[in-house]
């Protein structure tokens, strides 16, 4: 049996209502969220402007709004990349083994090895700033991950005599490969995607806070929390909005994530009985 | 009529400290048209290597295997796949020997497009003879392997050797696993393919009363080597290996056993 | 005091979000002290549930009905402190699966002294004495050197004797074997069978067989209780029940038996429920009345108890 728990339909309920204010901010944003207007800075809310606005009158709803576009965009190209590169090298280490294997194995280590920020502020700093190389950076830093769980998972799947039964029947490495076992892995990488998309959206966030992501005046949650530390005591909206829009979607991946691995197990479920 | 000459192999461990296993040394045994040979042994004693050496999943390093003459071992990627479609392999574990990522009958048709037999149509009907053959439900075909029992997934995997048409099946203990009702139904099952389509059969397993109702002849095995070859018959009423003689007293377990044999037939509903 | 574990009315089914699954159907059985008992089999037959519910281990969607009475007290009912004092101390299980019942990263002597010490701190001693005389026993002649090895590095077969070891520990009254010789191969099952056989008649009070390897049962067992889909289709003496199958079920599977010429029981008529007698759909006498209500017990002249409508 199959069914989804009160807790993912509510991670489920929070993250659609933030993607869905993303995709939907040209229509639902009250303002221009690059209109500056020099006469009302730092103000708190009011009826035009719900959330108050920032340090040069942009209002902070309309920011908050458009502000998660960039963030998820870039963090899912990157984990996208990263899973795409993560994965095959995954299955030739898993599957071949031998020298293959020990090279690529050797490589996700060091990757993991290193910290990941500063790995991503070198990558970043190496291929200049803009949004591409900001999804390189990323998907540098976060392949190792993937290719260690899909290299696991193909190893283990490589000792289920249907693989064999495959060989004696005359299916060629390919076929074993991506017909085979590469769909039994998908539901565990479905997860693992969901969980680093999260990690990799506060990825995007401190880049951007760090100024080697998004620029300014880009309404971006990073750009925004970055902006306004020097106004945090007048107007903490400026910091809260933005970072409560940060957590809520983290938590609400991570959460659905979870779920998510649940549901796909249906082996879970199923009692054994002798 | 299968060959086997002087087949052996020999595994190394460890990268710095090299271990060698052998796990197979010097075996050699023919095995005529429509008939079964029987290997029994231990666990680890090297049996199934003999299975992963016959259906080319283990290379040895020496020996030959010929079937009517035609050397099947060595050769490039065109005797390879010719020898698939004479040899298919039974695997123990039931369960794991279906994708579970795949239906049941993605994987009854995979082998035919793999070796590319039939069209479509063609393919389709023949899936419905194959398991007509075996005994099985034609539902069968759209479940998923977790949803079907044991024995149903050992009758799925005879199907699926069958549709290549093979001339030997190599099984691998492919009862141990399952309920002796079970067991005793896919026996029947093979002794009577074995009569209709005139197929051999290389029995590996460690329960000597199966091998004996099943098998024609038998080799005895233990670490690695035969130790006694011969008729079924001969081999069980008069073991003349040492090792023989251990193995079936150990399969009695005690003297005085009043099912082995002595349960009387007239009881039979 | 009589320490006979009897058995009475129990079902046992599990629980899901969506359906009540009933494993174990109305069992009534008394396990005599001193006796060895069988339950014999196949997969889905509920043997092992029905071992594991007297032990209280079954996973928390099962749903446990009846009484398990013992030393005059319902073990169902009892405390879950007052059970632990019976776990392992009265009642001990050998579990299935060996390798996978031993923690890796501990000595085997600690596993087995800590059976005893768990349930009396101070006799630390004592353990130990108990300890390598059970590990010579089983046939381990320098108890020493197992004692400090991990499970890893012993075989399967030497595993098998250390949980047997491991249930002994603390001379139970009774001792529950799970599947003792699934996977094994002859030689090694032959070594836990003398293993078994030899405890069953010194060391245990009583002892449980939960196995799918009738000659096994048959070599081991005084009683024999055959179980299908979660019924006790017949119990009795061990030699009557091989000797005479009364119950169609029984005599299917013998005749299933390589030694008997691998008869196999025939499969499930499709038009056929099994909502009265489970093996109805199987039954090569099947009757009207058997589709619809389960058959009652009815003890034959020889003592034994058999569930079909042939003999009531």
């Given at each position: 049996m199959r069914y989804i728990t009160g807790k993912t339909k509510l991670a489920l309920l929070i993250l659609t209502l933030i993607l869905l204010a993303g995709i939907l901010a040209p229509v639902i944003a009250p303002c221009d969220p690059l209109a500056s207007d020099l006469g009302r800075t730092l103000e708190g809310p009011s009826r035009e402007h719900l959330l108050g606005t920032d340090n040069i009158g942009r209002d902070l709803l309309s920011r908050t709004l458009y502000g998660g576009r960039q963030s998820v965009l870039v963090a899912l190209a990157a984990t996208s990349l990263s899973m795409a590169l993560g994965f095959v090298l995954g299955l030739v280490a898993g599957y071949f083994g031998g020298g293959a294997d020990f090279v690529i194995t050797a490589l996700s280590n060091i990757f993991q090895g290193l910290p990941g920020l500063t790995l991503m502020i070198a990558a970043a700093g190496i291929l200049g700033q803009g949004v591409t190389s900001m999804v390189i950076a990323i998907a540098i830093n976060s392949w190792a991950g993937?290719?260690?769980?899909?290299?696991?998972?193909?190893?283990?799947?490589?000792?289920?005599?249907?693989?064999?039964?495959?060989?004696?029947?005359?299916?060629?490495?390919?076929?074993?490969?991506?017909?085979?076992?590469?769909?039994?892995?998908?539901?565990?990488?479905?997860?693992?995607?969901?969980?680093r998309v999260a990690g990799n959206i506060m990825a995007v966030s401190s880049m951007s806070f760090l100024g080697l992501g998004l620029q300014p005046p880009a309404p971006d949650w990073g750009v925004m929390i970055s902006d306004a530390r020097q106004y945090f005591r007048q107007a903490?909206?400026?910091?809260?909005?933005?970072?409560?829009?940060?957590?809520?979607?983290?938590?609400?991946?991570?959460?659905?994530a979870d779920g998510l691995r649940d549901w796909l197990d249906t082996r879970r479920d199923s009692l054994e009985i002798t | 009529m299968l060959e086997v000459e002087g087949i052996s192999k020999t595994f190394v461990k460890g990268i710095i400290r090299r271990e060698t296993v052998a796990a197979v040394k010097d075996i050699s045994f023919c095995l005529p048209d429509?008939?079964?040979?029987?290997?029994?042994?231990?666990?680890?004693?090297?049996?199934?290597?003999?299975?992963?050496?016959?259906?080319?999943?283990?290379?040895?390093?020496?020996?030959?295997?010929?079937?009517?003459?035609?050397?099947?071992?060595?050769?490039?990627?065109?005797?390879?796949?010719?020898?698939?479609?004479?040899?298919?392999?039974?695997?123990?574990?039931?369960?794991?020997?279906?994708?579970?990522?795949?239906?049941?009958?993605y994987s009854l048709e995979e082998p035919m497009k793999i070796h590319r037999m039939f069209d479509e149509k063609g393919r389709k009907e023949?899936?419905?003879r194959l398991l007509e053959l075996v005994d099985l439900n034609q539902r069968l075909l759209d479940s998923f392997p977790h949803q079907i029992s044991g024995g149903e997934a050992q009758r799925v995997m005879i199907a699926r050797a069958l549709s290549l048409e093979p001339r030997i099946l190599i099984l691998d203990e492919p009862t141990s696993m399952l309920d002796v009702s079970v067991q005793a139904q896919v026996v029947n099952l093979l002794k009577s393919l074995q009569k209709s389509l005139g197929l051999s059969y290389v029995f590996i397993s460690h329960d000597i009363s199966v091998v004996g109702w099943l098998c024609h002849k038998i080799a005895v095995m233990q670490d690695g080597c035969f130790v006694e070859t011969g008729e079924t018959r001969k081999v069980l009423s008069s073991p003349r290996h040492k090792f023989t003689r251990e193995l079936l007293e150990s399969c009695r377990l005690s003297q005085d056993g009043c099912t082995g044999g002595s349960y009387p037939a007239n009881q039979r509903g | 005091m009589n320490a006979d574990i009897e058995i009475q009315g129990l079902n046992v089914s599990f629980v899901n979000r969506c359906c009540v699954t009933p494993v174990v159907t109305d069992v009534n059985i008394l396990f005599p002290e001193g006796s060895i008992t069988g339950l014999i089999g196949e997969s889905g037959s509920g043997k092992s549930v029905l071992g594991m519910s007297i032990l209280r281990l079954l996973p928390a969607t099962a749903r446990v009905e009846g009484r398990c009475m013992y030393k005059g007290r319902d073990l169902f009912s009892l405390p879950e402190a007052e059970m632990q004092k019976v776990l392992g101390k009265e009642i001990a299980l050998i579990p299935q699966n060996p390798t996978e019942s031993l923690n890796p990263v501990r000595t085997i002597g600690r596993q087995l002294t800590e059976c005893v010490t768990i349930h009396e701190k101070r006799r630390k001693a004592d353990a130990q004495k108990r300890r390598d005389q059970l590990l010579r026993c089983l046939g381990f002649h320098r108890p020493e050197q197992v004692s400090n090895s991990y499970s890893f590095e012993l075989s399967g077969g030497m595993n098998q004797r250390i949980v047997t070891a491991l249930g002994l520990m603390n001379h139970p009254r009774w001792v529950i074997a799970d599947e003792p010789t699934k996977g094994l191969d002859?030689?090694?099952?032959?070594?836990?069978?003398?293993?078994?056989?030899?405890?069953?008649?010194?060391?245990?009070?009583?002892?449980?067989?939960?196995?799918?390897?009738?000659?096994?049962?048959?070599?081991?067992?005084?009683?024999?209780?055959?179980?299908?889909?979660?019924?006790?289709?017949?119990?009795?003496?061990?030699?009557?029940?091989?000797?005479?199958?009364?119950?169609?079920?029984?005599?299917?599977?013998?005749?299933?038996?390589?030694?008997?010429?691998m008869h196999p029981i025939p499969r499930a008529d499709e038009k056929k429920t099994d909502s009265g007698c489970r093996f109805y759909p199987r039954c090569p006498h099947g009757s009207k009345a058997c589709g619809q209500m389960l058959p009652p017990e009815t003890v034959l002249e020889d003592g034994r108890i058999v569930r079909c409508f042939l003999y009531a």
């Open positions: 993937f290719s260690r769980i899909v290299r696991g998972e193909v190893m283990k799947l490589k000792q289920e005599s249907f693989v064999d039964g495959l060989k004696t029947v005359g299916a060629c490495h390919g076929r074993i490969l991506f017909l085979h076992i590469a769909p039994n892995i998908f539901g565990t990488l479905a997860v693992v995607f969901a969980t903490p909206l400026l910091i809260l909005a933005p970072g409560l829009c940060i957590v809520l979607l983290s938590l609400s991946i991570n959460m659905a | 429509g008939k079964t040979l029987g290997i029994v042994g231990n666990s680890g004693c090297g049996k199934s290597t003999v299975a992963r050496i016959l259906t080319s999943l283990v290379s040895p390093d020496s020996g030959s295997i010929r079937l009517d003459g035609e050397d099947l071992l060595w050769g490039g990627r065109k005797i390879f796949r010719a020898r698939t479609r004479k040899l298919q392999m039974i695997f123990q574990h039931p369960e794991s020997s279906l994708d579970p990522a795949k239906t049941v009958g023949r899936l419905a | 002859a030689v090694l099952r032959r070594q836990v069978y003398q293993v078994l056989k030899e405890i069953g008649g010194s060391e245990a009070g009583g002892m449980m067989v939960i196995t799918h390897d009738i000659l096994l049962a048959e070599a081991l067992c005084d009683r024999l209780l055959v179980l299908y889909k979660g019924c006790v289709m017949e119990q009795g003496k061990g030699e009557t029940i091989l000797r005479h199958p009364a119950h169609p079920y029984t005599r299917g599977l013998l005749e299933s038996l390589p030694e008997n010429g």
